[in-house]
């Protein structure tokens, strides 16, 4: 059997004291970055933050929340809570046209979870051709 060390020991103690308010209290921080006026400083916008940085603290967060979950020290199971609504397309009016058919003809044969993934690449897109190349229109 391993020895614990004064280190491990120390560490332990931090993580049993960890409670889910401790958990939501980080998610709310982590929400609430993207809204501070020094933001430009740390990324170079908001959307280039919620897009890398958030998502991963909040990925990590979730981890820490189901590892929690297994040891007992964390009543609720946790459930990682995707966006209540998706954004609307911004695509340009004749790309949304073509975008509106070629995604109600997958849904006809489609997955929902793979209609649902090929609609995100195509918000995803729109957003990368909005923020790139914004002359393009067609």
Partial sequence: MARRTASSTCRSTFVDGITKDHIDEALEA???FSERDDLHSFYPSAQKYRD???KRWVTHLHQLH???FHRGQ???RPRKRMPDRKPPLALPPRMQAVADKWLAARRLTGAKSTVDQLELAVRNFGD???EHHADVVS
């Fill in 52 to 54: 890398n940085a958030q």
């Fill in 74 to 76: 964390v009543p609720v």
């Fill in 30 to 32: 982590v929400r609430l």
């Fill in 66 to 68: 189901v590892v929690l």
């Fill in 128 to 130: 990368w051709l909005t």
